[in-house]
């Protein structure tokens, strides 16, 4: 095939997002239908515009989580054939592109989307809230108060939404059929590199460190909670893996993020009146205990999250990883849900288990939920 030209590309961000996902789910789809026997060799026609185009959107190529979810979205087709012309909502979303062309795959992506459309609710109330930091009388600390009581209660939507994938995704599909297509360059089982035709003729092409596979780790709406509300889940004792780079995973998986979803997070850690030294003076300082209680609240929502996560990932990665080849009833899945909490708390036989992310999983969640519920404020 030729190779296509990408300049024209330049001139709109938004194109230039469509191409990282179309040429990206190319790449995927050639890189893991090639015989396991066989070298891993990407074609000029795919390897040069699709480097042209993650140089200039400053992400690896390969298929990261906003080509899943940030990119792979439309409004669904009203009965009458017509588009919705309206903001997209929770219930008007379809899914672009799959790999297994399964409901399940689509509801998969489909779930993170609608909690990132729901996450914008946060993120806003973050941005009022901050507003009023900046502020800091009395009626400052009464608004934020109400904020953050909102906040909890999103937080807690965003867990309903997470957890709601059991209705639509089955984990046995998922954890078979639909998960294996996310491996990125770093997690061939095969051990193989990936060789890219021409890179060399790629202006402002640089070699990347790593190249894992799409994870929800890249979603900044989780990241940019955590700095907003003081959580230290880049704390190196309980959520550093070893990697070559040095880097804890959520500095890592920053680089996958859209530029300027890094450069928003990057604004929020500069940010000169945290929200949390906020809450501890209004404590000390007026002794406003429903401003605690609130922060408090928010924490547990998190953690709320945090913990239906786990199950999640027990559900689709630990529990099908544990028991290859069987498949469980919806009854079935439920008395699975308590072995795998119980899993955690055992580590037995789940060490080591890998996510797409690159992390070990068990020791990675356990070590962002605990330091979530270390974070409370205690007066």
Not at 14 to 35: E, M, Q, S
Not at 62 to 89: E, K, M
Not at 302 to 316: C, E, P, Q, S, T
Not at 352 to 376: C, E, I, M, N, P
Request: with cysteine; aromatic share 8%; charged share 25%.
């Amino acid at each position: 095939m030729p190779v296509l030209p990408t300049e024209e590309l330049k001139i709109c961000e938004r194109v230039l997002r469509r191409a990282h996902h179309v040429l990206a789910w190319l790449l995927h789809f050639f890189v893991h239908t090639i015989p396991s026997h066989e070298p891993i060799v990407i074609p000029r026609s795919l390897s040069i515009p699709l480097l042209q185009v993650s140089s200039q959107l400053q992400l690896p190529p390969v298929i990261t989580y906003s080509d899943d979810v940030l990119y792979n979205w439309a409004h669904r087709q009203a009965r009458d054939g017509d588009c919705y012309n309206d903001l997209p909502t929770i219930d008007n979303l379809q899914c672009l592109t799959t790999f297994t062309g399964t409901l399940d795959e689509e509801e998969f992506y489909l779930t993170s989307a609608r909690i990132e459309l729901k996450g914008n609710e946060a993120l806003e109330l973050m941005r009022v809230s901050m507003n009023e930091i900046f502020v800091g009388d009395d009626i400052s600390i009464s608004r934020v108060t109400r904020y953050l009581q909102c906040m909890a209660d999103v937080i807690q939507e965003l867990r309903n939404l997470l957890m709601n994938v059991r209705q639509g995704v089955d984990p046995q599909v998922f954890y078979d059929r639909i998960r294996p297509w996310f491996r990125g360059i770093d997690g061939d089982p095969f051990g193989r590199q990936w060789v890219f035709e021409g890179q060399d003729e790629v202006e402002g092409w640089e070699e990347i460190p790593e190249a894992s596979g799409a994870s929800a780790g890249q979603s900044s709406l989780i990241q940019a909670l955590d700095i907003y509300l003081g959580i230290d889940v880049e704390a190196r004792e309980t959520s550093y893996m070893p990697h070559p780079s040095n880097k804890t995973f959520q500095e890592r998986m920053r680089a996958y993020m859209p530029r300027h979803h890094r450069a928003f997070l990057n604004h929020l850690r500069t940010n000169t009146r945290p929200l949390r030294a906020f809450v501890d003076r209004a404590v000390e300082e007026e002794g406003d205990k429903s401003i605690l209680e609130a922060y408090n609240a928010v924490l547990g929502s998190m953690k709320g999250f945090r913990d239906a996560h786990m199950v999640i990932v027990g559900l689709y990665i630990i529990g099908p990883a544990r028991h290859a080849g069987r498949t469980s009833s919806v009854s079935g899945r439920e008395a699975q849900e308590g072995k795998i909490a119980e899993a955690f708390h055992t580590d037995d036989g789940i060490q080591g288990l890998k996510g797409t992310g690159g992390t070990d999983l068990v020791k990675f969640l356990k070590g962002v939920r605990d330091q979530t519920a270390s974070t409370y404020l205690q007066k």
